[in-house]
């Protein structure tokens, strides 16, 4: 158990994901983030196009932003908003499990589209909060803002630790179907097997008595 524990707390301290990705004007890229409920999330990124000029990747042209979609592990939209070329989106998840974070540019250019490359950092739980911030807003000591940020990390890990254990409900029930399946198949190839030899012995009788073999 206390391992268990020990791996919750380190993917709670592990929960900010920063990358880049290379994508076309016209693409759109998505990713699946597993979320507990009622856990925001923040993304920053930025945006930059490529410039055949100079061989590097440069702040794009006005008016080229980032459309950014959110969908949760019922297939209901989260967050479907355009932003800057850089920013910020944030959401709140209602349902732990798997969202799918989706980006795209809201460019139109069909014909002679650029390349993009995206920079994006997400951070989910309290690695979203902006804790300086909330010194600032509610006048909090550095006791009051340490105790604040330990208690924001008990509640993400007890999310966590709840994920989890629908995960393994979850997966415990998909292995209970599975065997009963398994089960009920079995049992009607075996019923097959004992028909099909009921069967072919009362035809062997059948043809033996009309031989006057038996």
Sequence with gaps: MAMRIAL?????????NALYFHIGETERKCFIEEIPDDTMVVGNYKVQAFDANVKDYLPVSPGIGMHVDVTDPDQKTVLSRTYAAEGRFTFT?????????????????WF???????????SVGEHAVDYQQVQAK???????????QLLDQVEQVTKEQNYQRYREERFRQTSESTNQRVLWWSIIQTLILLVTGFWQMQH????????KLV
């Design 8 to 16: 919750i707390v380190a993917c709670v301290l592990q929960v900010s």
């Design 93 to 109: 998840s209602h349902t732990a499990g798997e969202h799918v974070i989706c980006l795209n540019s809201n460019s139109s250019a």
């Design 138 to 148: 509610d006048k909090l000591t550095e006791l009051q803002l340490r105790v604040r």
């Design 204 to 211: 062997l009788k059948s043809f033996f008595e009309a031989k």
């Design 112 to 122: 002679n589209a650029g390349q993009l490359r995206v920079h994006l950092d997400i």
